[in-house]
T-cell receptor, first 115, second 109 residues
């Protein structure tokens, strides 16, 4: 398995506060992703990165920003958290290049509660 | 309409039974297809890719019907350890995936 860690693993915060989630990988994978998972919706892509400083929006990007200054780190920021952003957040990576398209490796997830 | 639709279940079947899940996708330009498995409160992991010719991995068989835009997963001789949520996943290229909401399976002793 790819070495992917997420921090924090659990967080409770209040509406209106900024929150940053960190994803760290040790596999030198080119692609990194942030998803959220909610009951009835499955996994939905928030933002993704296809290289250092190269990022793009996913299907549910409103209220979120990302940064990738190093290959191994991908940060997700909620500028002003809202209760609708209470969710489980998963980071994932993919090798890219000629690797199997569709094989993504997931971190353990971060449970975020916004009160 | 969701891009990938699955029956959320739950499916409760006895150990040793055969169980099948279907999934439909709406984008005919979809290129690659997969099943991921997610255990309770864990991260998803790739179970198997799905090829047009169908493919088998031990007790698991995956089928793709491009004309009808559906994907299936068959599990034979189910084990207690097969209890999980099975996610149908579609790729439209560029290393981006679209996930179904998952089908929850419980195997009963």
């Amino acid at each position: 398995d790819a070495g992917i860690t997420q921090s924090p693993r659990h967080k409770v915060t209040e509406t209106g506060t900024p929150v940053t989630l960190r994803c760290h990988q040790t596999e030198n994978h080119r692609y990194m992703y942030w998803y959220r998972q909610d009951p009835g919706h499955g996994l939905r892509l928030i933002h993704y990165s296809y290289g250092v400083k190269d990022t793009d929006k996913g299907e549910v990007s409103d209220g979120y920003s990302v940064s990738r200054s190093k290959t191994e780190d991908f940060l997700l920021t909620l500028e002003s958290a809202t209760s609708s952003q209470t969710s489980v957040y998963f980071c994932a990576t993919a090798k890219g290049g000629t690797s199997v398209v569709g094989e993504q490796f997931f971190g353990p997830g971060t449970r975020l509660t916004v009160l | 309409r969701k891009e990938v639709e699955q029956d959320p279940g739950p499916f409760n079947v006895p150990e040793g039974a055969t169980v099948a899940f279907n999934c439909t996708y709406s984008n005919s330009a979809s290129q690659s297809f997969f099943w991921y498995r997610q255990d309770c409160r864990k991260e998803p992991k790739l179970l198997m890719s799905v090829y047009s010719s169908g493919n088998e991995d031990g007790r698991f068989t995956a089928q793709l019907n491009r004309a009808s835009q559906y994907i299936s997963l068959l599990i034979r001789d189910s084990k207690l350890s097969d209890s999980a949520t099975y996610l149908c996943v579609v790729s439209q290229g560029a290393q981006k995936l679209v996930f179904g909401q998952g089908t929850r399976l419980t195997i009963n002793p």
